[in-house]
């Protein structure tokens, strides 16, 4: 809160005061938030970043463990409305921003919608899904958010998971890509805007 003398001197020379500075928790609140209202979790991570000054360019890289192996839960097949014959794609990232590492992410997808190319770059590159697939114009359905960190005593513990999304990624004729679970880390409030 900027004291009244002051909000007062600031306006007379005509500076606006700094904004103030939201507790880890309200950051956390405020991520989700954008998260949810977002078709991209790639994209709102990059304006995060850029936001906050975490990199230059503020890039997200999908920093791929090519060993995780992980079959899919019968849950997740359900959801991407696949026989349990049908082939799934797996990747396990770290979503990171310069030296950031923001999420942790499990990602099924069904190669088969989409394209040749798309796969090949899932399969042999960092780059995030979701920057992948934009050309097919997706969108996010959130399925589930998981709070690991209440918020209360201060900042979260360094390394700690916040909070945990589960979605489907779904073309714009409503027909699943992907299902992704993704765990938000307390570094995403490291830096301020």
Known sequence: MVPAGLAVAVAAVGLQAAPE????????RALNADLLASSSATLT?????????LASPARIVALRDPAAVRPAPAEVRARLEVSVTEPLGYRRVRLACGGHVLSEADNWF????????????????DTPFGRVVLP??????????????????GAPPTDHGL??????VEAPNGQP????????LSEILTAQP
């Not at 909070?163 to 489907?168: G, I, Q, V």
């Open 136 to 153: 097919l114009s997706p969108h996010r359905v959130t399925l589930g958010v998981d709070w690991l960190w209440s918020g209360q005593g």
């Open 45 to 53: 991570l990059e304006g995060w970043c850029a936001d906050r000054h």
């Open 110 to 125: 069904v190669p088969a919608r989409l394209t040749a190319e798309m796969n090949v770059t899932l399969s042999r590159t």
């Open 177 to 184: 890509l992907a299902y992704v679970q993704e765990t938000y």
């Open 21 to 28: 500075v939201a507790s880890p928790a309200e950051r956390m």
């Open 163 to 168: 909070f945990r999304h589960r979605a489907l």
